[in-house]
Structures are given as structure tokens and as C-alpha cells.
């Protein structure tokens, strides 16, 4: 097969063939000196990495974040036609190759799209490219012209100058622009001028999706490609003992059994004819150390370590001395399940691993360490190996993990053909890296005006930043993640103590899941809050504003959200509404959850009101849609979300045990927005994180039960 890969908009991803074309102008991250040199002695003009103007006219926004359903082409793509003075139609974003000198994310200090940092990066990289294309290419149009730049102005990617009417497009400028030195500091264009940020604009990857024509990594096809699907040892640590594949192999369209120490592979034909091998085989498991492990031993290993002092992540006052001495005392253990990711698009990964080389098509959100794990699995060098990325059904941070690469790759390189290797929903929950089991202690005490005065909360759990990103982890072992929104809350709090307890569970490999650190604190804390609150006899948003006077942003987000959901409105019996506040991802949002909790304890849910503050708002309409999402998802995770083990083996294995919210469960989600002129926050795991505490606060108030654990279980009688 040919190393060049022809992308979706007609542009060859190889770098080698797309520099043997035409003229071309490139721009954003900054390229060696000597690489400029060289394209511009080659007609083309390559600063930097972001941006391609051919002389074709295309427009191509080369992405270092990927695309998952969150919009982030949309938003990225409109940043960069503000500034280039082209319209949204005119702009194909398309895939960065793997590169962490070009592409790595500042925010992230490597090529990942997580954390929803994606906008927040993009802000000022990509607005700063793109006026220095503008810049550069406006300067070409007035030394055509003989005339002075100032005179030129630029629509749709047309340069005009107003004096004499003479007109340029940004193609036909291309082999002038190549030519000329780049400016430094180009002025960005005042807010009063844009005409794209800040407006509803429709998604660009939309149109694709619902005619059918979006390739994501599971519909890739290659030449002669097979594909397989695995079978992987139940229980972490285990191995393959052996395994008999006569019957496996008797199954028409049953090409090749293929082995892993942990792993066996059936490849076929087709889909059902591997899965159908699959289930015919005989395996025997060497079951490892690892065999009886349950959850009960996971929990209670959690609660001892727990009984430890921890490490300090922040230490304010003497809050031991002031709970001691205060004059209403709480104490309270939270715990959170592991939770599987679960995306719609099933893990899977398509390898070719030739003499001369290899290629991988796959969904990532890491492309570099999609390339190192089938580097790993090969032996090839780095340069040997292409990524071939493609959109994500679905990420959720699942895909910040790459083993299945690796695997895939270990697979495909005994097989002389493309192999596309699909797990099967089972494989996939039962074989995620998942979310860590949190046990958290927390207490507080309130004066006699209930205020409070003291507030100690200590977090156990896993480390993901600690096997993920070591260099992350801070110099007194803390991992920030695990203690974030929990060290710093948007309240006014006088004396407080925050600690972390390091604890790796046996048999589970832990990982980021969508809300990451946040997700879990915020659940803590704005339950812990909301018992402060019932505990002082105060309404929980009184009780919030009173701690919020010097948070304008976070007040002024709680107070529309108590107006738009009508707090302190009548309510039926047995209904109720929750309140929850958070500052996490550079965006302030506060959630209203309303609930009815019905006869036998199931809760439904009837509405739910946020308000947004994260700063300027790209596209409002991305804004709202990732809200909906967040919320969709966390509340899914609040209601059903549990991943348990037991003799080593998850006991989850598709979404009958692994409940989905259903559409006709999801209630009305009204998103209200706060104009706001200040540098974008992050948005897609914001609602996530909100959904916990707002849920759990709302049925607390529909009940009276207040629920410590997820997911939220009501006992029966509950209700009355």
C-alpha cells in the first residue's frame, strides 16, 4: 500500500507528498528556521503548522484536537476565520499527523485532546496564526499593487484596495506570500469588529454525520483488510494456559486464530464470522493473582487506607482546633464506583505491518501514543509508522488510553494482511481502564450563626496522573487532579484542611473519565455544602450566597439559576430541587435539578436549569449542546453508573447491565448564558461534573434521604 492517505477534503496527510505539490502557505506553530528556508525555496511558504491556503483556494485548519462530538472543529474553525477574514464555509479542518513539537496542546504539555482545554489552547495559538496569514498575505496584495497595506481590506479571502478597486483572492497571492518575511505581533482584530465569534453557527461536521458519509475508525476500509475480534483474560494479570480452535476454525469465513500471552484474536471475513470463532473457542485461563478479588476487599481497602493522615494539599487556619470548638459538628464518608467510559463506538484499531513499515487507522485522542504503542508492538522506528486518525464515536477520555493499539498491533504483525481488530461491547466495558473508586472523609463545623468556621476533607483514591503523566504529579506526591475542586472552592472559607491519600486498588487499571478530578470533588463538596446548609437551617441557595459575596462570577451564575428554575416555587409531594455551584475546567456553572421520587425508589427526572458563565462564548450554540451532553451523561452516571468486581472479573458487560439514560427518561434542559467578555473557560466536561451533586441535592429534597454513595440507590420506602 501507498504511505499517502488521501483525507476527507482531497488533501494528502503524508507530509512528503503534500509538500511535492503546489504552492502552498502553512502557518501556526512555529517550524525550525531552517525548515522555513527550505519550503520557501520550494514555492511554499510553512512558518508553521496549522494552516494551509493552496493555490486551489482550500483553506485547510490542520487540527491538534481531535474531534469527538464535542464541536471543537466548529469553534477552532471559527477562531481562525475571524481573524483570516474568510467565511465558515471556507475552512476544512482536518487531522494533525502525530507531532509533539508541532501540535502538543500548551495547556497539556503534549499532543492530547482532553480536559477541556481544547478552545482554551486554540483561543490565542490559532487567532494569532491566522492574523499572521492575513498579515502576509494583504502585505503580498500591496506589493503586487505598489501600494500601501493600510489601504487593503479583506472579505471572504479576497483582498480589495479601496483606492483603485483592484481585487486578489488568497490563492492567487499564495506564490507571493511564500516569498515575503513574516511580521511579528500582527494586531488581532478588535471585538467590535467580528462577525463569526460569538454567534450561533451550525457544526461543520454535522452534514457528513447525517448523510453517512463520516468515516470513524470503525467503518475504515483497506484493501484485502480481515477483521478480528479478541478474546481478552477475564481477571487483569491473568494469562492464556490454551486454547482449542478446531471448532472455531470450521466456521465459514474463519480465516486465522492468533495469540497474545493474554489475548486471542479470531479473524474472519467479516465481523460475525470472527465473533462467531470467538465463541466457539476452548480457552483456559491462567488466571493470575488476581482471580479473587471482589468488590467488597476493594472497598474496605479504600476505607483503610483512608484512615490515614494523608498528604496536605492545602492548609488554611487550624480547622481541627476551629470543628472542635464549634458550635454544630458534621462528619460524612462519600464514596464514588469505578465507571466504565462505555462510548457508542466500540473500541477498535486497524493495522498493516509490512517489512518496510506500518499503518494504523484508528480514533485517538493521543495520537503519539497511538504511534508509540504499534512502535512498541512492531519494532519499527517512529518514522515507520503512519496514523491514520480518525473521528471518535465517542471519548469520554477513553481514548486517551492507546493500549488497543498496541494490541492491535501485536495481532496484526503476524498476519501478512490489514487486520481491523473490533471488541465487542462486553470486551469493551468489561476491559476498559476505568474511573477510580473514591473514599472520601469530610467534616466541618458551624458557629452559632451558622457560619462555618472549619472544614477538613481528605480524598482516597487512585492516581491517574501518576502512571498517565508522571511528570504531572507535584513535588510532595499530590496528584492535582485527585484533589482538584476540592483545595480550591469558589467559597469563602476561613479555615480549611485538604488532604490525599494515595491508594492503587489490585486488579483495575484506572484512567480519566469524563469531569475527571472535578466530577468527584464537586459531588463532595456540594453535597457536604448542602448538608451544612439543612444542618444550619438555611435555604441551600441563601446559604450558598452567603459564602459566594466574594465570587461575583460564581454569585451571579446561582442567582440565575435559582430565578430561571423558580427556587423556592411550590412543589408537589415527594418532588424536589437541588442546587449545586462549581468553578472547574475555567468556566463557572451552576445547575437546578428537579426530581420525583416514585413509589419503590426509582427517581425521575423533570427538569433541569443551568447557567453558564465561561467567559466569551465561541459558538453559543456548541456551548449549550455540550451542557445537554455533560448533563445527559453525568446524570447517567448518577442514576446507573457502577462498575463492581467479583472473583477478579467486572460483572458489567453491556448496557443492560451498564444502564444508559433513555430518551424518554432525559427531562427538559434549559441553558442560559451569561454575556461575558472574559477569556473562554472549558465546556465539555463542565455538566458532567454538575449533574452529581444537583441530582443527589434534588432527591435529598424530594426524600429526605441524603445519599453518600453513587449511583444514587433510594430504599423503598423512601416515599410516601
Known amino acids: 500500500m501507498s504511505e499517502t492517505v488521501v483525507t476527507r477534503n482531497g488533501l494528502p496527510l503524508n507530509r512528503r507528498a503534500f509538500l511535492a505539490g503546489g504552492a502552498v502557505l502553512v502557518l501556526a506553530a512555529a517550524l525550525p528556521m531552517g525548515s522555513r528556508i527550505a519550503r520557501a525555496a520550494a514555492g511554499i ?177 483497506v484493501p484485502g483488510m480481515k477483521i478480528a475480534t479478541v478474546a481478552l483474560c477475564p481477571v487483569l494479570g491473568g494469562k492464556l494456559a490454551q486454547v482449542a480452535d478446531g471448532a472455531a476454525r470450521k466456521i465459514a469465513g474463519v480465516r486465522d486464530v492468533l495469540l497474545l500471552d493474554n489475548a486471542v484474536a479470531v479473524v474472519g471475513d467479516h465481523f460475525w464470522a470472527a465473533k462467531q470463532g470467538v465463541d466457539a473457542l476452548d480457552i483456559q485461563w491462567d488466571l493470575g493473582p488476581n482471580a479473587g478479588l471482589t468488590q467488597a476487599e476493594i472497598v474496605q481497602g479504600h476505607a483503610d487506607a483512608s484512615s490515614g493522615d494523608g498528604i496536605v494539599a492545602r492548609l488554611v487556619g487550624d480547622p481541627q482546633t476551629a470543628i472542635a470548638g464549634a458550635a454544630v459538628k458534621l462528619d460524612a464518608v462519600y464514596q464514588l464506583p469505578f465507571l466504565s467510559h462505555a462510548p457508542m463506538e466500540p473500541i477498535n484499531c486497524t493495522v498493516h505491518v509490512r517489512p518496510d513499515g506500518a499503518e494504523v487507522w484508528c480514533g485517538t485522542q493521543v495520537p503519539t501514543r497511538a504511534q508509540a504503542e504499534a512502535v512498541a508492538a512492531t519494532g519499527l522506528s517512529p518514522d515507520k509508522v503512519t496514523v491514520h486518525n480518525h473521528m471518535i464515536g465517542g471519548g469520554f477520555g477513553r481514548r486517551l488510553e492507546a493500549e488497543y493499539v498496541g494490541i492491535a498491533a501485536s495481532f496484526a504483525k503476524q498476519v501478512p494482511y490489514p487486520l481491523k481488530l473490533v471488541w465487542t461491547r462486553e470486551a469493551d466495558i468489561r476491559h476498559d481502564r476505568y474511573r477510580p473508586y473514591y473514599y472520601d472523609r469530610i467534616a466541618a463545623g458551624l458557629d452559632a450563626d451558622g457560619r462555618i468556621v472549619g472544614w477538613a476533607h481528605k480524598v482516597t483514591g487512585s492516581s491517574v496522573m501518576a502512571r498517565w503523566a508522571p511528570a504531572g504529579m507535584r513535588k510532595n506526591g499530590i496528584d492535582p487532579d485527585a484533589v482538584e475542586c476540592a483545595e480550591e472552592t469558589p467559597y469563602d472559607i476561613a479555615s480549611l484542611r485538604v488532604s490525599w491519600v494515595r491508594h492503587e486498588p489490585p486488579g483495575v487499571v484506572t484512567a480519566w473519565w469524563r469531569g475527571v478530578g472535578p466530577a468527584h470533588n464537586i459531588f463532595v463538596v456540594e453535597s457536604f455544602i448542602d448538608e451544612l446548609a439543612a444542618a444550619a437551617k438555611r435555604d441551600p441557595v441563601a446559604f450558598r450566597r452567603s459564602l459566594l459575596q466574594k465570587n461575583p462570577r460564581a454569585l451571579g451564575v446561582l442567582e440565575l439559576a435559582a430565578e430561571k428554575s423558580g427556587w423556592g416555587g411550590a412543589l408537589p409531594k415527594n418532588v424536589g430541587r ?71 472479573r467486572v460483572q458489567q458487560s453491556n448496557f443492560n447491565s451498564y444502564r444508559m439514560l433513555r430518551m424518554d427518561e432525559t427531562p427538559p434542559i434549559e441553558v442560559h448564558l451569561v454575556n461575558s467578555t472574559e477569556t473562554p473557560g472549558g465546556l465539555g466536561e463542565t455538566g458532567c461534573a454538575a449533574a452529581f451533586p444537583a441530582l443527589a441535592n434534588a432527591v435529598y429534597a424530594a426524600t429526605g434521604q441524603r445519599l453518600r454513595s453513587l449511583p444514587l440507590n433510594l430504599p423503598r420506602e423512601a416515599t410516601g
Open 578 to 648: 437541588g442546587v449545586m455551584v462549581q468553578f472547574a475546567f475555567g468556566s463557572y456553572l451552576s445547575v437546578v435539578c428537579e426530581v420525583e421520587a416514585l413509589p419503590g425508589g426509582e427517581i425521575r427526572l423533570r427538569r433541569i436549569v443551568a447557567a453558564m458563565d465561561c467567559g466569551r462564548a465561541i459558538n453559543p450554540d456548541s456551548v449549550r449542546a455540550q451542557l445537554e451532553g455533560g448533563l445527559v451523561f453525568g446524570t447517567t452516571a448518577a442514576l446507573y453508573g457502577e462498575i463492581t468486581f467479583d472473583q477478579g
Open 45 to 221: 511558504f510553512e512558518p508553521n503548522a496549522f494552516i494551509r491556503i493552496g493555490e486551489d483556494g482550500r483553506i485547510i485548519l490542520i487540527m491538534r484536537d481531535v474531534e469527538m462530538g464535542q464541536g471543537i472543529w466548529t469553534g477552532a474553525s471559527m477562531l481562525l476565520a475571524e481573524e483570516l477574514d474568510v467565511g465558515l464555509d471556507q475552512v476544512t479542518p482536518d487531522f494533525a499527523p502525530p507531532n509533539e513539537k508541532l501540535y502538543a496542546n500548551p495547556l497539556l504539555g503534549q499532543q492530547a485532546t482532553g480536559g477541556s482545554t481544547s478552545i482554551r489552547a486554540d483561543w490565542t495559538d490559532l487567532r494569532k496564526a491566522a492574523a499572521t496569514a492575513r498579515a502576509v498575505l494583504v502585505q503580498a496584495a500591496a506589493k503586487r499593487w505598489n501600494v500601501d497595506p493600510a489601504g487593503c481590506s479583506v472579505t471572504r479571502g479576497t483582498v480589495t484596495h479601496g483606492a483603485s478597486s483592484r481585487t486578489a483572492t488568497y490563492a492567487a497571492l499564495v506564490p507571493l506570500a511564500v516569498t515575503l518575511p513574516l511580521p511579528q505581533n500582527p494586531p488581532l482584530k478588535d471585538p467590535k469588529s467580528w462577525t463569526l465569534i460569538g454567534t450561533p453557527q451550525k457544526r461543520l461536521d454535522t452534514p457528513d454525520k447525517v448523510r453517512g458519509k463520516t468515516v470513524y475508525g470503525i467503518d475504515v476500509q
